[in-house]
């Protein structure tokens, strides 16, 4: 284990995948958690993402949040090779809407289970959110910091709705 390895890793399988994937990251990062982001495909880098998935607790990591589009097998693959909890986040595909990504992640067989969040900025903002609270159980001042972060939001949300500016 590094001393120095973050407790979330955030994978995803393709660069374009990352304009998804950066909103758990800024929702970490909102939040004081430190992680990693690292592009391993399921099925262009196999090698990577096994190498990955079978030391990803040894190395230091908590938690995985994992994003892939299409074909999404990332999620599951990873689940299936690591003890570690796994959040997938279906990225929205161009000619299914991510309802094929959606679909890919969430029907698990029982026994390798998958975390799945809704498509898109959504489900990576949530997957963030759902690893801050995993980490929080073990973690008072990250607990305090999620408390503030909830009262936040809901204090942003106006009692009442206004006519929309022109
Ligand atoms: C998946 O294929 C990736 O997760 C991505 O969402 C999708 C398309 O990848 P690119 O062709 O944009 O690299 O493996």
Known sequence: MTADCPPVAIIMGSQSDWETMKNAADTLDALGVSYEARIVSA???PDRMYAFAKGARDEGFQVIIAGAGGAAHLPGMVASLSP???FGVPV???SMSGLD???SIVQMPAGIPVGTLAIGRAGAVNAALMAARVLALHDDELADRLDEWIARQAGSVAEYPMDETP
Do not use: F, N
């Open 84 to 86: 570690l909890p796994v």
């Open 92 to 94: 929205q595909s161009k």
């Open 101 to 103: 990504s959606l679909y």
């Open 43 to 45: 099925h262009r880098t």
